[in-house]
């Protein structure tokens, strides 16, 4: 393998004179105190090579060694990943020893002692692809698939396999006999690279299943898709994480894969502490069974944050390619964009708009490209969901990387202080925020098969009355609650009426957290009923006193356990006051 | 300063206003080295030639200074002794007292393993409702104060950590008014706190680049306290928009491309790395906690700045003060204000009923807000608005204004005795769980 010496060290940017050839993107381990801290190549300049080095380097002298491996950041992909803990490198956090991270310490992100219940899907004579299906271990209830090895070209013929029974990961479970008469064994462990996306599916048609995550201004108003893409920007303080923790929690997906990349080191603490405990209200079982965490927080090497992205995203790409319906977060991509701008800069190249590298836009894409919808070799159909959200520096929208974002991602929840400020939350902005999937056809015509064919029209409805009641609100504030016809205050509260009912939810109430898809409906037919009955009020101040005290019962409502006889109670209310 | 090993380099081949370069083997990246007494620390290395940044500044280094490496980074002798003492940035005594004798230990060290940390829980009070009803602190968590530099931000954070439970409270002054330092030495020592306190001050006399090791040094030794000695420590620092203003002149000086508002690319990691080292720590390693309070001023209250911007994005919420100008009294801002760990202990070790009276005081005090700007703007109002004034007054009075001193209980039966004096039931939105009990 290849050797190096270190010549230059500016902060995490290490220089290395070679002696031998080296890849874009390959790794080695530089030795200093007799710690090796993990490096990857990022420029060659001749015998000069760049690398960024994902720990400290406090120091680090000229002259200390270095190694290359011969390959680019890997992960290892098996049976064992559920609910663990990893750092942006696969590290397993909870192996790690004491209370400090302490430089150079790698650990092993699968265990190589666990025995599985192995199941073979293939039988000998078989053929067989890249990622085609030859057996299947149970993990915490979810069947995942061992797969033909994901480098493999061309098709192979199952040569062997072993019987169904208990087997460790490093155990052969297969032989399989290439186009050219190799022979390759196959175990539970894939290596993929994470900056190669996985394209071993068979094709990758439009998303069109709605992905219920129980958050009303979601699933109602904004629908994201199975295999969707969306992106949350938001200045900090309106709720971006706890939006992201509620759909987290709720959404239903197989598996929820968490990269927390360069945020608060206490919000992946709360994922820690609360996901055991927590019941995945689709299976009945821990959520923290179908959890994976990818931890790079802000105080974590800022290198190994762009990985950590990738990391996650890489595991993803494993369990769609299982034909499991996959869930990424991302909180936030802005931290990933800005650890790639602090590398650009300290490689002195030319920047582009507000110092980001000019390439950033191109990188934005090809990563939310990665998600979707696919249908496998063998017709089963996998996806990938991507929501990340976006810190945009001082709430300014028209920056680089939210203006980025905006270009790939079709869902766009869009944060705004004003609401988080009237303590509105979900603050999302109903008006500015969009969802291109309720444009989708497929969309359309699978909701209208699985729920009804009214939804889409009466949500568009609701949508209109929004904005009617925010240009009306803006009309009373200019000319006053007497300067505007009545009807003008009944406009305004209907706004009122879906903002409060629909769109508000409160995140820390144990009812009003989640809302089932069937309960929506009959908020959504409810709202609607009420939003499309025409009122006759002698003055605006009978309006006000009318539409609050049924904002009240409809809160109270929502605050009630579905169909309870409290919820019954508070319905009937509403009735007779539509009925008076 | 030098021993028999050590060898003495004396040609400095270039100097700016910061930094020094010679040529030099065997040299760590980060490591200290004295340049005729002065110190500095090593930022860039190229081959043999070993870039010096000097904290004083270089002015008055000639051309043949004698440059010695120390071989270690910035360190701090940590033990008991550090209490009820002043440092300088270097952590050297400022108060005429002895040396510290103790272990030394390297400023900035490792973060802690994310699983390793324990979810906030604890509340810490203060008896200012602002903080308390609105805006809980928890332990382990850390918050910023965002001012304007006229505001009486030092006077409150005074306040806060005389009030607080703490075991230690640990200063760190970055480009502090000499007054100012006088002030909270004056404080702590009226309040015969001084012997849990352990301040270390860079003033606005002293070398602007030397105060960015003053959270490193406050934290160092706030996790000797809190980790080793599992006591309750509260880090103070004010006032980090002068530690970000050190960082962009050395950024600045090093030719690094500034991003926004003049501020080096890398600021929110700086800040991060500062800010992540309030910390739980789970029972299992003794327990001990560190909670970080801070000021970031802001220049005429804009909050879209990076300092204030990246700070928002790392800090576990923010605090503003505002003057109320219908009872004359400092509050703390409810509306923009925000303890992001408060849903760890309202309602949890606070009475049940608390999101949901100070979320319905909250709103009703900007329904009140929005009734003044129609009055202002000559209008006609409700007799809703009308009532919704009359208890913005009182709220404010009674509740927000800084000297009012309450325990969590006491300012909760405050609101709802507010609540039943202006409003009916229905117009207050909280649950009936709590309006059964409660609205009599």
């Not at chain 2, 599992?230 to 530690?243: C, G, I, Q, R």
């Not at chain 2, 009703?364 to 009359?390: I, S, V």
Request: proline content about 4%.
């Amino acid at each position: 393998m290849t050797k190096g010496t270190v010549s230059g060290v500016i902060a995490n940017m290490v220089t290395l004179r070679v002696d031998g050839p080296v890849r874009q993107g390959e790794i080695c381990y530089i030795t200093t105190g007799g710690d090796r801290l993990m490096a990857e190549v990022i420029k060659v300049l001749g015998q000069d090579v760049y690398v960024q080095v994902f720990e400290s380097t406090r120091g680090l002298k000229v002259g200390a060694e270095a190694e290359f491996v011969g390959h680019m950041l890997e992960v290892q992909l098996g049976p064992g990943m559920l609910s663990k803990n990893y750092d942006g490198l696969q590290n397993d956090l909870d192996k790690m020893e004491g209370v400090f991270l302490k430089r150079g310490q790698y650990t092993e992100p699968l265990d190589a002692d666990s025995m599985w219940d192995f199941t073979p899907l293939a039988k000998v004579g078989d053929t067989v692809q890249a990622s085609d299906w030859l057996g299947q271990v149970i993990e915490n209830s979810q069947k995942l698939k061992i797969m033909a090895p994901f480098q493999m070209e061309g098709t192979a013929t199952v040569k062997s396999i072993v019987p169904a029974g208990q087997y460790k990961i490093h155990d052969v479970i297969a032989v399989l006999v290439d186009e050219k008469g190799n022979e390759i064994s196959v175990n539970m462990i894939q290596r993929w690279p994470v900056k190669i996306p996985m394209t071993q599916y068979k094709h990758k048609p439009r998303p069109f299943k709605l992905l219920e995550t129980g958050v009303r201004t979601i699933d109602t108003f904004n629908p994201i898709v199975e295999g969707g893409t969306g992106f949350i920007p938001g200045p900090f303080g309106t709720g971006k994480t706890v939006l992201q923790h509620a759909i987290s929690k709720q959404a239903e997906a197989d598996i929820v894969i968490i990269a927390a990349c360069g945020e608060r080191a206490n919000e992946v603490v709360e994922i820690f502490t609360e996901f055991p405990e927590l019941i995945d209200p689709h299976t009945g079982r821990k959520l923290m069974e179908r959890t994976i965490i990818i931890a790079n927080t802000s105080n974590m090497p800022v290198a190994a944050r762009e990985a950590s992205v990738y990391t996650a995203m890489t595991m993803a790409e494993y369990y769609r390619a299982m034909g499991l319906r996959v869930l990424l977060m991302a909180d936030s991509t802005s931290r990933w964009a800005q650890a790639l701008r602090e590398m650009s800069n300290r490689m002195e190249e030319l920047p582009g708009p507000d110092a980001f590298p000019m390439d950033l836009g191109a990188l934005v894409a090809n990563f939310y490209g990665r998600a979707g919808y696919v249908f496998l070799n063998n017709g089963e159909a996998g996806s990938i969901t991507f929501l990340g959200t976006v810190s945009p520096a001082g709430g300014n929208l028209k920056e680089p990387v939210t203006e980025n974002t905006k270009k790939v991602a079709r869902c766009f929840y869009a944060l705004e202080q004003d609401r988080a400020d009237k303590k509105r939350y979900p603050a999302v902005n109903p008006i500015d925020s969009y969802s291109k999937y309720l444009e989708y056809p497929e969309f359309a015509e699978y909701i209208g098969k699985h729920i009804n064919d009214q939804w889409i029209p009466k949500v568009l409805n609701l949508k209109t009355r929004m904005l009617r009641g925010k240009e009306i609100a803006e009309q009373i504030n200019i000319l006053g609650d007497d300067g505007v016809p009545v009807e003008y205050h009944v406009t305004f509260w209907k706004s009122e009426i879906i903002d409060y009912v629909i769109l508000q939810q409160d995140a820390f109430d144990e009812v009003d957290a989640v809302t089932p898809l069937e309960r929506q409906e009959e908020i959504l037919n409810l709202v609607t009923t009420i939003c499309d009955k025409e009122y006759d009020f002698e003055t605006f101040q009978d309006v006000i006193d009318y539409f609050k005290k049924m904002i009240n019962l409809c809160k109270q409502m929502n605050y009630s356990p579905f169909k309870s006889e409290q919820y019954s109670d508070f319905k009937r209310q509403v009735e007779e006051m539509l009925n008076a | 300063m030098a021993t028999a090993f050590q060898k003495v380099y004396t040609t400095i081949s270039q100097i700016t206003k910061a930094t020094c370069s010679l040529k030099a083997r065997g040299v760590g990246y980060d490591e200290l080295a004295t340049i005729n007494g002065k110190l500095a620390q090593v930022v860039k290395i190229m081959g043999d030639e070993v870039t010096l940044q000097v904290f004083e500044g270089t002015a008055g280094i000639p051309t043949d200074a004698e440059v010695i490496f120390l071989g270690k980074s910035p360190s701090l002798k940590v033990s008991e002794q550090l209490a009820g003492r002043f440092f300088n940035a270097y952590g050297n005594p400022i108060d005429g007292g002895p040396e510290i004798e103790g272990r030394e230990v390297e400023i900035g060290g490792p973060s802690v393993n994310p699983v390793r940390r324990k979810q906030p829980s604890e509340l810490i009070a203060t008896g200012i409702a602002g903080i308390d009803l609105n805006n809980t602190l928890v332990s382990g968590q850390k918050i910023p104060f965002f001012a304007d530099p006229d505001q009486p931000f030092n006077e409150v954070m005074a306040m806060v950590a005389m009030r607080a439970k703490a075991d230690k409270i640990i200063l760190g002054g970055m480009g502090m008014t000499n007054d100012d330092y006088y002030f909270f030495r004056n404080t702590f020592s009226n309040a015969g706190a001084l012997d849990r306190i352990i301040s270390f001050i860079n003033t606005t006399e002293d070398p602007a680049v030397e105060r960015l090791l003053i959270p490193d040094m406050a934290l160092t030794a706030a996790e000797y306290f809190a980790v080793e000695k599992h006591e309750t420590v509260l880090v103070l620092l004010t006032d980090m928009t002068s530690y970000a203003d050190s960082l962009s002149i050395v950024s600045n000086r090093m030719d690094q491309i500034p991003s926004k508002d003049s501020m080096p690319g890398s600021l929110y990691s700086d800040l991060a790395k500062i800010y992540e080292k309030a910390a739980q720590f789970p029972e299992s390693a003794g327990g001990g906690s560190i909670t970080i309070i801070a000021v970031t001023t802001l220049s005429g209250g804009d909050i879209t700045h990076a300092v204030p911007d990246n700070t928002g994005y790392i800090t576990e919420g923010q605090l503003y003060l505002r003057r109320d100008s219908d009872v004359g009294k400092v509050v703390v801002d409810p509306f923009r204000s925000l303890s992001r760990l408060k849903q760890l202990v309202a309602g949890k070790k606070t009475r049940k009923d608390h999101s949901q009276v100070m979320n319905a005081a909250i709103r009703l005090y900007a329904d009140a807000a929005n009734a003044k700007t129609k009055l202002e703007n000559g209008f006609d109002l409700t007799d809703y608005d009308d009532r919704c004034l009359d208890f913005a007054k009182d709220y404010a009075s009674r509740i927000l204004a800084i000297d009012v001193n309450l325990n969590t209980d006491e300012m909760l039966d405050v609101t709802w005795e507010l609540f039943r004096k202006y409003f009916k039931l229905e117009e207050v939105n909280i649950k009936k769980e709590f309006t059964d009990i409660y609205w009599k």
